[in-house]
């Protein structure tokens, strides 16, 4: 199979270079930039993209790749920051631009590049560096400029070498898609022949090897991403899996009867439900930190997971719909990072489970995963739900998580979803859902004053929650939602709506 192996220097936008790759239906995968020769050759890769970072290519400690990545014989594009490290290593030179270059730039190309193949004379591109090429290296020419960089890119034909001081990858540089389709298609000679088909038969095979004859527990929440993930194993291990399904007490309304239903009827999974609510929501008792809830729903997880691993028999496995952008926020691939969150699906089991992780979605985006869904033949209803947290409701409940708190969360919930779909606008909404403030502010109702609690409505739209922008309501959709939710939830007097989009907030308020 033909890849493209993305290193990572630290960029915040290297998950999109790997997605634009895998639209164009090459597959990607990426790894640390400090990975061994041996190692990256294992992967018998297409070929090489270095990634953007935020360092300086001059600074000490800065991010070096192993140089032998040069002598594979396979091409290699650099962005931003691979293009000042490809510089750097192969013997030119990078500076301190007098004149930082940041957002939006005109790019003049030279069209004797097939990187720009198709390319109008002059093109929009997104720029953030503030270094610049002073001395291209030997067998390089400049391919384009800009205003504040004669060198915006550059390439060795010969050995295919190319390098982009823009971002490629980023909306806000329109032809990027095809550049990076040009490295990809013309350069690399890669055919668009990857999609979910590929990538079913490919973890099929990795699952029948990783589990052989033994047997797996799943980690079953009813989201989409455990969901795709139980019927994708089923169908290589059949009924040696076993769905353990926890009501942990913090479920949107009547979702324990729906996922029983769902799975057992439409799905036919091997599935076992168990009622634990009362031990998640004492464990969590007058806790307030995020970040804590977060730690004691995962241990009170594992600790459900393992007695139940128990009451079934002898399990070598557990099978968890974890994500690529789970694994992006809680462990990063390139080296010292701020933990954003910690997932609690993501990282390793207790000794004394003694089971292994198997998570065959590890390397897709949520969007990917609802392919893969439509493939496995899952209703379309289970797959196109909004996305819903691990920790459930525990981190949409700001401060202590009360039954009271969880109720009234429940039920204004549930009003904001079903006004949303009355509208037709469920489809047009990445993720929705309501957040129960304990804020408390002075109200009338039947010409009383009220002193009670706010909630806080979140309507976002993305492709994959690494980025999201605030949905932008009709005024009377909001009014009517706001107006039910006051007048049928009690012990809430305030709705309020979230206009702040990711970066700089998450998608989630915990």
Known sequence: MQKILILDFGSQYTQLIARRVRESKVYSEIVPFYLSLDEIKQHKATGLILSGGPSSVMAKGAPICDPGVFELGIPVLGICYGMQLMTHVLGGVVAKSQKREYGRAELKLDHRSSLFKGLSKATPVWMSHGDRIEKI???????????????????????????????????????????????????????????????????????????????????????????????????????????????????????????????????????????????????????????????????????????????????????QGTLYPDVIESVSVKGPSATIKTHHNVGGLPKRMRMKVVEPLR??????????????????????????????????????????????????????KEEIRAAGLYDEIWQAFAVYLPIQSVGVM??????ENAVALRAVTSQDGMTADWYEFPHDVLKRIANRIINEVQGVNRVVYDVSSKPPGTIEWE
């Open 446 to 451: 039947g010409d009383e004053r009220t002193y």
């Open 363 to 416: 390397t897709l985006f949520k969007d990917e995963v609802r392919k893969l869904g439509v493939e496995l033949g899952i209703p379309a209803a289970l797959l196109y739900r909004h996305p819903f947290p691990g920790p459930g409701l525990a981190v949409r409940v700001v401060g202590k998580v009360t039954p009271e708190r969880l109720d009234r969360l429940r039920e204004a919930d549930a009003i904001f």
């Open 137 to 319: 290296p030997a067998g390089f020419r400049a391919i384009a400029k800009t205003g504040n960089s004669p060198a915006a890119a550059i390439q060795d034909a010969k050995r295919r070498f190319y390098a982009l001081q823009f971002h490629p990858e980023v909306v806000h540089t329109p032809d990027g898609l095809k550049i990076l389709q040009n490295f990809l298609y013309s350069i690399c000679g890669c055919k668009p022949g990857w999609d979910m088909g590929s990538f079913i038969h490919l973890a099929e095979e990795e699952i029948a090897n990783t589990i052989g004859d033994g047997k797996a527990l799943c980690a079953l929440s009813g989201g989409v991403d455990s969901s795709v993930a139980a019927v994708l194993v089923q169908r290589v291990i059949g009924k040696r899996l076993t769905c353990i399904f926890v009501d942990n007490g913090l479920l949107r309304k009547n979702e324990a009867d729906t996922v029983m239903r769902t799975f057992k009827k439409q799905l036919k999974l091997n599935i076992k439900k168990i009622d634990a609510s009362r031990q998640f929501l004492s464990k969590l008792a007058k806790v307030t930190a995020p970040e804590k809830k977060r730690k004691i729903i995962g241990r009170t997880f594992i600790s459900v997971f393992d007695e139940a691993a128990h009451k079934v028999g002898k399990v070598n496995f557990l099978v």
